[in-house]
């Protein structure tokens, strides 16, 4: 069953008369700053966005975003931060807005469910809160995730040691948990968080990746694709041994057939040469029946 809507609430609500910024006048990255830090946080982000498949919403009701920047003081509209990932659940439908150029929490008034941020070294006092703020006063991600916005899942994996940490909001603070068994349950999405050790785009390693309520793993496209020309070689071999069943079948019908067609030419000869025999037995004055 979806979980219902988490509604944030404005800790500063805007005068009717002031007309705030939405997705499509905040820009989705920030001026000066680079885009992707490298091709790892990209394609982990689209591994995650391609496996998110929450059984409970329909897909307009679900969003997920790879490096997108997320607003969310309605006092300080320029303030955001970019997660690595992120995924809402949830979405009213009739408030679609179609594509997002950034998330807006003061517009879309829902919680993000989840956030993974990709450490590195030049992140990761910031992703974990260790850093100080900033000079203009600005929190740290760690801060926005928890007490700005209060993500309810938070997720940090460093693909140098592939070591992964999950934080759960307990009350206004974060509490670590541990997975089981490798994963991690989100009762929301009705999904598992884990890790998975595959290929995807060509690398072969850890990966983070999501898993349905079964344990199986929820197929990429490409997965998807295979799967569907790997199930359809499996109908037409299935096919073909059933059109070859068949044949042998008929086959097996022709010969008993032949064999019966045989048998009873044989008998029919056997009647002619004795009904003969007896005619010649019987010109000799024989009775045939008495012999």
């Keep these: 069953m979806a979980t219902p809507l988490r509604v944030m609430e404005l800790e500063y609500p805007a005068p009717p008369s002031t007309a705030l910024p939405t997705m499509y006048d905040l820009p989705e990255e920030e001026i000066g700053q ?3 830090p490298d091709l790892f946080h990209e394609w982990q982000g689209r591994l995650l966005d391609e496996t998110f498949k929450p059984p409970g919403f329909q897909p307009e009701e679900v969003f997920s975003a790879v490096d997108m920047n997320l607003y969310y003081d309605v006092k300080h509209f320029k303030w955001h931060k970019r997660p690595d990932w992120f995924a809402v659940v949830g979405l009213p439908q009739e408030k679609h807005p179609g594509m997002r150029l950034s998330y ?24 974990l809160g ?19 916005v ?25 509490q670590k948990v541990e997975p089981t ?14 890790l998975w050790h595959g290929s995807w785009l060509g690398e072969t390693r850890q990966w983070l990746r999501w898993y349905d309520r079964q ?19 499996q109908e037409y071999e299935r096919a073909e041994q059933a059109h070859e069943r068949a044949e042998q ?31 010649k037995l019987r010109a000799l004055g024989v009775d045939p029946d008495q012999i």
């Design 34 to 36: 680079p885009g992707m």
């Design 104 to 127: 807006v929490m003061w517009q879309e008034n829902v919680i993000p469910l989840v956030v993974v941020e990709l450490l590195s070294p030049s992140t990761r006092k910031d992703d």
């Design 130 to 148: 260790t850093r100080l703020r900033d000079v203009d006063g600005s929190p740290t991600k760690w801060d926005v995730y928890e007490q700005w």
């Design 150 to 174: 209060g993500v309810p899942y938070y997720v940090t994996f460093d693909r140098r040691n592939d070591d992964w940490q999950i934080f759960t909001l307990n009350g206004s603070r974060y």
């Design 181 to 194: 068994d490798g994963r991690f349950w989100i009762e929301e999405a009705e999904l598992w968080l884990g």
């Design 215 to 233: 344990g199986n793993l929820i197929p990429t496209a490409a997965e998807r694709v295979q799967q569907e020309r790997i199930h359809a070689q």
């Design 249 to 279: 079948a008929h086959e097996r019908a022709e010969q008993a057939h032949e064999r019966a067609e045989r048998e009873k030419s044989e008998r029919e000869a056997v009647q002619q040469r004795a009904a003969l025999l007896a005619e």
